[in-house]
């Protein structure tokens, strides 16, 4: 096996726990929001199999692009002064750079 190869499996390795802790984190702090116990454990769990799955495909780059994203649309939505405002606009900046993150990996791909 080529020292590539095996440098790339421990790095998918190390993605998974960071893709979690991120997105369970995600899902438990939706669930504060909406001020619900069982929305907290649900989400929470949903979010960390999600990101288990992304880390184990190698996303740690996407990752990031995502929580800047909801870091962004969270600012601008707690600018406005409404908490279901505030929701929308995170899972909203969490989308769009989401997608704007896989369209720009796609075009530097292709140069």
């Keep these: 096996m080529k020292k590539s ?8 390795r ?3 726990p960071f893709g979690t802790l991120l ?10 929001v909406i001020d619900s116990e ?10 960390s199999l999600i990101g288990g799955l992304v880390g184990w495909a ?3 780059v996407f990752l990031i692009i995502i929580c800047f994203g909801v870091l962004m649309g969270a600012f601008l939505g707690y600018r406005s002064g409404d908490r279901d405002i505030l929701i929308m606009a995170a899972g909203t900046g969490g989308a769009i750079a989401g997608f704007m993150g896989a369209q720009g990996s796609l075009f530097l791909k292709n140069k």
């Design 23 to 32: 997105m369970g984190t995600t899902g438990v702090l939706i669930g504060v």
């Design 38 to 47: 069982m929305a907290m454990i649900a989400v929470g769990l949903l979010g």
């Design 5 to 12: 190869q095996d440098l790339s499996r421990i790095k998918s």
């Design 14 to 16: 190390n993605d998974i």
């Design 58 to 60: 190698g996303g740690r």
